[in-house]
């Protein structure tokens, strides 16, 4: 992890690892590319026809392509609402990951003290733990906190599991930091938070990066804990809101399918942007660096 | 992933030594992440572990009844019968995934490895539906296989195969497989990129000795690439394991908690979420059994997560 991935020979110009492909290895390729595609194109097309046309030409483009199912959703259906909150709990849980994550990679990544081997290893624990079981201590917490059914009690949790990744993650990056650089500006008198925030940090930026996105899509996307935390409507993030939605409008299908694609939209959109990292990023811990 | 970061392990930490007000920073340092970690995990999962020898009436604790809840999961009715239901389901929903999944991965990394004309293309596409909500995924797929309206029955029809229309998500028989593969839509692009990576791993010298050697390209597949892409399989297999075990949103939104029809779609999360909030129609409700079914669950994942880790430390070793 600490070194820069060792991803992929062919797509950065090395050598192709097998030879002789062919015809077939295109179409099997394709094939597999459209069985990807065909049901997020046909999802979009979806949200622009009326229930009717869907049902009698599901395949064709609209007829006329109407916006006025996207607007229902957004307003009518409290999607506004949902992003909103899905806003707020994705980036401050994100943002806590990388300030508390950073924070602790550094001393144990740059300094050696007793239970510091101990620290790190009761973090590393964390990856293997499954958080969802201990799903009814945490509503009694969070009842006892009184968090229930407030935006804290998701970032809370949602930061406190991105931990253990993110210490890993980045106490390997501070260890691979070479030592003089701290030393150095410890000589030249440099504070301890200054050495970090304008030293240390900027250096390890990459893995900052992988950090981000390593939570970011789970956390946007994840269900489970708001079902068990959220009750008021005005505070359901959007996995946790379309459910109602779908409740709501279940014969009303261009609608169904605008709050579809509008609800795929903010994810594709930034993954079509920064697709590599999104491969890098999520796949990190499964493919050795 | 740790061997690299191990074998920088001594350098730079040593000239540090510690003392008191490096002390206090470290401290500083340490402390968020520390705090915010014992209290929302550490603690949930130990308390977890304990609930379950304890008794209970709604969400208030009673006595400690030490295995009884044990006891009733395993041999009173309905328990008993619902844990090996879900228990079921779970198992054939790692197999069918490993089966299929799994293996249409390897081909597609197999044949991306080739370097095709639009590789780079083809990742991108093929990971796509992996940043994808399992919500959105399920949602829309239910849309698709709906019996009357849907495409995928439209299709079926369309192209003279109307003997196989049927109400895929509605039909215990087909229920279960059909949301396997609703998965297997969403997560292929995963295991397809971490065994393409795996691949493009394998040291050029390694491949270029066994074609000095007139190996074929299957000999070179066979021989050269498939052994040393086992910590990639045995990663993926573990995480499918993880996966097919802590099955959860996928049949929620589709089949609803009670894992239907007729507890067809049953998996232990669902089974585990009803005894902790009670089943909305039959007001089931009980924290005894539940913890007791999560207390299985947290000692099969680990375990099997502790095991993998073990082989994979070991092949590290005999690869170095």
């Known amino acids: 992890m600490s070194a820069p991935p060792a991803w992929g020979g062919t797509e950065r110009g090395g050598p192709a690892r097998l030879r002789g492909w062919s015809p077939a290895t295109q179409a099997v390729l394709l094939a597999n590319a459209v069985l990807v595609l065909a049901p997020m194109v046909i999802m979009g097309l979806s949200a622009f026809k009326s229930t009717r046309e869907i049902f009698q030409n599901p395949f064709g483009l609209p007829e006329v392509w109407r916006l006025e199912n996207f607007s229902k959703v957004w307003v009518e259906a409290h999607f506004a609402l949902y992003f909103r909150n899905s806003l707020i709990v994705t980036a401050a849980s994100v943002a806590i990951i990388l300030a508390f994550g950073a924070m602790a990679g550094y001393a144990l990544g740059r300094f050696r003290f007793g239970g510091g081997d101990f620290l790190y290893l009761y973090f590393l624990s964390g990856l293997m733990l499954p958080v969802r079981l201990g799903i009814i201590p945490l509503f009694i917490l969070m009842r006892d906190l009184r968090l229930l059914d407030t935006l804290w009690s998701l970032i809370l949790i949602y930061a406190a599991s991105g931990l253990p990744s993110a210490v890993f993650i980045l106490t390997g990056f501070f260890r691979t930091l070479p030592g003089d650089l701290d030393s150095a500006a410890r000589i030249d008198g440099a504070g301890e938070w200054l050495i970090f925030r304008r030293i240390m940090l900027p250096l390890v930026r990459p893995a900052l990066v992988i950090v981000a996105v390593y939570n970011l899509i789970p956390v946007w996307n994840d269900f489970f804990f708001p079902l068990v935390f959220i009750q008021s409507d005005r505070l359901k993030t959007l996995p946790l809101g379309m459910t109602a939605f779908f409740g709501q409008y279940y014969t009303d299908w261009a609608t169904l399918f605008a709050g579809l694609t509008l609800a795929a939209v903010p994810v594709v959109a930034l993954y079509v942007l920064l697709s590599q990292h999104f491969i890098r990023g999520l796949t990190a811990g499964a493919v050795k660096g | ?320």
């Not at chain 2, 510690?18 to 999962?45: E, K, Q, S």
């Not at chain 2, 779970?90 to 044949?111: K, S």
């Not at chain 2, 370097?115 to 990971?127: K, N």
């Open chain 2, 1 to 320: 992933m740790s061997g690299s970061t191990r074998s920088a392990d001594a350098r730079p930490r040593a000239g540090l030594s510690v003392h008191t007000g490096r002390r206090l920073w470290l401290v500083f340092f340490l402390a968020p992440a520390t705090v915010l970690f014992a209290v929302f995990i550490t603690y949930p999962i130990l308390s977890a572990l304990a609930f379950s020898v304890y008794g209970w009436e709604g969400i208030g604790r009673r006595g400690f009844v030490g295995l009884q809840n044990f006891a009733r999961l395993f041999s009173t009715y309905p328990y008993s019968g619902l844990l090996v239901n879900a228990f079921w389901h779970n198992a054939v929903v790692f197999v069918i995934t490993m089966l299929l999944q799994n293996v249409v991965a390897l081909a597609l990394a197999l044949l991306l490895a080739r370097g095709p004309w639009g590789t780079r293309l083809y990742r991108v596409i093929f990971f796509l539906p992996v940043t994808l909500s399992l919500i959105i995924v399920g949602f829309l797929w239910a849309l698709f296989l709906n019996p009357v309206f849907g495409i995928v029955n439209t299709l079926l029809v369309a192209s003279g195969l109307s003997a196989l229309a049927r109400p895929w998500l509605g039909d215990p028989q087909t229920a279960l497989l059909t949301l396997t593969l609703i998965n297997a839509w969403r997560w292929l692009g995963f295991p397809t990129i971490v065994f393409l990576a795996g691949i493009n791993a394998v040291p050029d010298e390694y491949i270029e000795a066994a074609r000095i050697d007139g190996a074929s390209e299957w000999a070179v597949t066979r021989h050269v690439i498939f052994p040393l892409l086992a910590p990639a399989v045995t990663i993926i297999v573990l995480l499918t394991f993880i996966g097919s075990f802590n099955w959860f949103e996928l049949p929620y939104v589709v089949q609803g908690v009670s894992g239907g029809p007729n507890r067809s779609t049953d998996v232990l999360s669902l089974f585990f979420y009803r005894m902790a909030f009670g089943e909305v129609d039959t007001g089931l409700q009980d924290i005894g059994i539940g913890s007791a079914v999560a207390v299985l669950m947290f000692l099969l994942l680990v375990s099997v997560s502790a095991a993998a880790a073990v082989f994979l430390r070991r092949r590290e070793v005999e690869l170095a």
